[in-house]
């Protein structure tokens, strides 16, 4: 009796240890995930904040590193992402729209569901191949802001169409009977029901889904984004560069100075990303508090 | 007019031809929203059939058997050899070596948020991976060579600068969002009650986390994995910037590799001439590409409906 009670009582020591050792081991995991996003703000901050500064942000690339600037790249990116977000938002919305409230359950809708999932599952590069063969080459765009904005619109219309789907599917189906009961058509009941409560939910979908837009490089770099380009474009037929693609070029050379710029590019390319991101996170919460109510 | 009159007016009867009129507009809209959900389906019929075509034209020049067997790859030599062999193995690098950082160190976090971190702490680390998972491929792709191979050099002193570990390692750490997010929404499915049933029983937190929580989560995880692979293959910029551009068959992850992806990069960033074979070796490639990302994605599907736990 005396012995089984200790040899309980010791392997419930044993049991308490590997549990304490468990937590400290998935801690450290975790904490191992966070550290490195320290080091990498922390890398890019300490060899790229000395060379941002006004004449950086308004000069065209430049041989002489001193002179350098991120003007092009920067127009390029608004240019891209502003074009890719009008296209995203309506169509994505559109989609959203009638998957939730109007798809009937069926297989042809079930394959739908499928695509979307693995569209989103697609590498970006592939949706560069996408883009050189269809809009570059079969819709003789070139290599030009359209090309690239289409594009990267197919890149992320799924992201936006699964975003806003969830931000539809939260709105309680009372309120959607409750406006048909009093005879109004569907499309009413969306337009001035559903639609609006789901607002706060598709922004921070949309939000989401810029952010991805402005990031990308891959499928622009097979679309023909250049690297080296000294004008900002004036229209959507022009030639052009983004910010991550003037990164890449600038990472891809070997002097220190120029890695350097990369650096200071990051920093814009992060302060611009991580803002949206904080908005988002501003819209949920605010959502979520009035939904708390 | 508003709602409330809209409303009202529907309490009496409309006259017919306002009422064909709001049919007709009806049906409009519905045709407008199907077809911008066509649009899905039509980018995949791009995708397939853009890759398809000049993937066809590719093997009118180059025997698949060729393709599949030669252990070069040497489309932009002179002696040219189409030997996918080693674009697939420096893939393969990336992707075992992703995996030995993502798949632990993801879970361990999952199974941290979901059964130990207190609430407070949950709201300061989620968003911060999110962070981490919004960060540019392009940006792990400077941290890959700037920072981390330099740190690794440290300790590797015969490290080529570009290498297979340094980009491998990153593209574990950039994925490592993916699953624990993926692997944490899993885990938090799991009924409380069954963790409860745990702890009344006298389960410490680790008994509860790995026999009761992980194996009732565990199609979920696995689906994370599977989708994180995926993306490993399909990862570009971070290869493409820091595992070189020297196609090699070799599975050691010291050299500098080439990537399927990081090929089409190098590729599209010359200027390659339409309808050369070096242009086609794009589409043969992203095919490939293409063909093992997709069926990782089904699969991953497939393993969270067919697997899921139903529970009441």
Known sequence: MEEESLAFKRRLKRRARLDVAFHGLVLMATAFALIVLAALLFDVFRKGLGWLDFQFLSSFPSRIPERAGIHSSLMGTLWVTSITALLTFPIGVATAIFLEEYAPKNRLMNFIDINIANLAGVPSIVYGILGLAIFVRGMMLGRTVLAGALTMTLLVLPIMIITSREALRSVPSSLRLAFLAMGATKWQTIRHIVVPAALSGIFTGSILTVSRAIGETAPLILIGALSFVAFAPRSPFDGFTVLPIQIFSWVSRPQAEFSNLAAAAIIVLLIVLLSMNAVSVWLRHRYEKRNGK | ?312
């Open chain 2, 1 to 312: 007019m508003n709602a409330e009159q809209k409303a009202k007016n529907t309490m009496f009867e409309l006259p017919p031809a306002k009422v064909r009129m709001r049919k007709i507009k009806e049906r409009l809209i519905y045709s407008a929203l199907l077809g911008c959900v066509l649009m899905s389906v039509l980018t995949t019929v791009g995708i397939i059939l853009s890759l398809v075509t000049e993937t066809y034209s590719f093997f009118q020049e180059v025997p698949l058997v060729a393709f599949l067997t030669d252990t070069r790859w040497t489309p932009l030599f002179a002696d040219k050899h189409f030997g996918i062999m080693p674009l697939v193995a420096g893939t393969l690098i990336i992707l075992v070596g992703a995996s030995l950082v993502a798949l632990p160190i993801g879970l361990a976090s999952a199974l941290y948020l979901s059964t130990y971190a207190k609430p407070g702490v949950r709201k300061v680390v989620k968003p911060l991976l999110e962070v981490l998972a919004g960060i540019p491929t392009v940006v792990y792709g400077y941290f890959a060579l700037m920072f981390v191979t330099p740190l690794l050099r440290a300790f590797i002193p015969d490290l080529s600068i570009f290498n297979a570990l340094s980009a491998s390692i990153v593209v574990g750490i950039m994925i490592i969002p993916m699953v624990s997010s993926l692997s944490e929404d899993a885990l938090g499915a799991v009924p409380r009650s069954l963790r409860e049933a745990g702890f009344a029983l006298g389960a410490t937190r680790f008994e509860v986390a790995t026999k009761i929580v992980l194996p009732a989560g565990l199609s979920g995880v696995m689906a994370s994995f599977i989708l994180a692979i995926s993306r490993a293959i399909g990862e570009t910029m971070i290869v493409a910037l820091a595992a070189g551009a020297t196609p090699k068959l070799t599975l050691n992850p010291l050299e500098s590799i080439q990537t399927m992806t990081a090929y089409i990069v190098q590729v599209s960033m010359g200027d390659t001439p339409h309808g050369t074979i070096v242009y086609k070796t794009i589409f043969a490639v992203g095919m490939l590409l293409f063909l093992v990302t997709f069926a990782m994605n089904i699969l991953g599907q497939l393993v969270t409906r067919r697997y899921r736990e139903v529970y009441e």
